[in-house]
């Protein structure tokens, strides 16, 4: 990762010590818990890009630093409530805050980050009102596709459509706001801002089917979690869609997938019918016209280095491990 975030190392070491900050609180047990997830590390992926985004513009980081430091607590605060949800024991190789804490804590501590976050973008609302704009639908967008997620667990008639709907609301948005609101940090104009929100969309989009296909081909060690977790939880990926469609253990893989208490040996049965069949290839086909796009936007943008971070990005996505 150091390579992508390579012009941008000592902004992010501001932004992490700024986090770091935000997060400590004079009751140790409050900072114990809402620390949690931030000590167990992460890409920090939503900082860097609205780094980048405002690198094309009248770059100052006091400009963009709470933007940044909002970005990342409504990431963690998605993940502890997504640990409640799937009720996960292990996030980023460590247990989660559900595992030590319980759902309780784990439940007000996610909305408890989330509100820290509010705090941070209300600074904005006098010069720059589209940030707390974007972000406020943004929020509203991300709880719909989770909720999306939920009510349609298990259900094996979802189409591609369906998928996209939740993958764009659960995981692009927020990424697509992060790379145009840095840039509306500085005071870009919309010929800046719209390319690298269509950028932004795409990765977000080609980020989350690569994180699906993961759940089922990535070494568990680096993933940091257990292989096969959505089939567990009965989310119906890319992956899945498309082994139902190409398969000819269709019956066999509908039979495992809507079965709510799976054995260890049944999720990689349907594991094995799912990268038997090509599915796992269709869905990088999917990540790969995804990213060429993001790659087409940036040419719209000025030559700068963090073009090349952007496209470096677009990159590491396709061959990320975990």
Request: proline share 3%.
């Amino acid at each position: 990762m150091l390579e992508l975030y390579k012009g941008i190392e000592e902004d992010m070491q501001v932004v992490e010590k700024e986090l770091q900050a935000t997060l400590q609180v004079q009751d140790p047990f409050l900072t114990e818990t809402s620390t949690h997830l931030f000590y167990a590390g992460g890409k920090r992926l939503r900082p860097a890009l609205s780094l980048l985004g405002a690198k094309f513009c009248n770059f100052k980081l006091e400009d963009v630093i709470p933007l940044a430091v909002a970005l990342e607590l409504v990431h963690m605060a998605t993940l502890i409530h997504d640990d409640v949800v799937d009720n996960s024991l292990i996030r980023r190789g460590v247990p989660t805050v559900n595992a030590k804490w319980g759902q309780g804590i784990s439940t007000h501590i996610g909305t408890y980050l989330f509100a820290k976050c509010l705090v941070l973008i209300s600074q904005y609302e006098k010069k720059k009102p589209l940030i707390p704009k974007v972000l406020s639908d943004v929020s509203v967008k991300m709880c719909e596709g989770e909720i999306r997620q939920i009510t349609a667990s298990f259900d094996t008639g979802q189409a591609t459509k369906d998928y996209f709907y939740r993958v764009k609301r659960k995981t692009a948005f927020l990424i697509t706001a992060s790379v145009q609101l840095g840039a509306v940090a500085c005071g870009a104009d919309k010929n800046i801002y719209l390319p690298l929100r269509r950028y932004g969309n795409n990765i977000g989009m080609a980020f989350q089917i690569t994180d699906d296909i993961l759940d089922m081909v990535a070494d568990q060690s680096k993933l940091g979690k257990p292989v096969g977790g959505d089939l567990r939880e009965g989310i119906i990926t890319l992956p899945v869609i498309y082994a139902l469609e190409k398969s000819g253990e269709k019956k066999r893989l509908v039979e495992l997938v809507r079965k709510t208490e799976k054995s260890e040996e049944e999720v990689q049965e349907a594991i094995e019918i799912i990268r038997s069949c090509g599915a796992i290839e269709c869905s990088f086909e999917v990540v790969n016209r995804y990213l060429s796009k993001a790659k087409e936007e940036l040419m719209a943008l000025p030559d700068l280095p963090a073009r090349n971070n952007l496209s470096m990005i677009a990159d590491f996505i396709k061959v990320r491990k975990h």
